[in-house]
Nanobody
Framework: QVQLVESGGGLVQAGGSLRLSCAASGRTFSRYYMGWFRQAPEKEREFVAGISRSGGNTDYAGSVKGRFTISRDNAKNTVYLQMNSLKPEDTAVYYC??????????????????WGQGTQVTVSS
């Protein structure tokens, strides 16, 4: 019931910042819990951040906590990932995802119902 399109990726130097956006279709965006995941070459897809329907609750992977901020604007049907103090280890394809229910954790990718196509983030040293 929802389509997701990521944007905002690109090439940035270590220590720099990027803001990713995920635009969602539909009239019921506020019903969905949202997450960001990333996948680097030769690595498994990993959880980055999650956010509740209202945006009042968030969760982050330990590797990005304090550097990344997830937020959403339900009026714009958009979820964001602000990435600061970027490191080369952050280089990956970043995906946004949506789920209609919350199990108590944002961590597991198989609990999400919809996925975007991804956007490439490359951090140079």
């Amino acid at each position: 019931q929802v389509q997701l399109v990521e944007s905002g990726g690109g090439l940035v130097q270590a220590g720099g910042s990027l803001r990713l956006s995920c635009a969602a279709s539909g009239r019921t965006f506020s019903r969905y819990y949202m997450g960001w995941f990333r996948q680097a070459p030769e690595k498994e897809r990993e959880f980055v951040a999650g956010i509740s329907r209202s945006g009042g609750n968030t969760d982050y992977a330990g590797s990005v906590k304090g550097r990344f901020t997830i937020s959403r604007d339900n009026a714009k049907n958009t979820v964001y990932l602000q990435m600061n103090s970027l490191k080369p280890e952050d280089t990956a394809v970043y995906y946004c995802a949506a789920r209609g229910t919350y199990s108590g954790s944002y961590y597991w990718p198989n609990e999400y119902d919809y996925w975007g196509q991804g956007t490439q983030v490359t951090v140079s040293s």
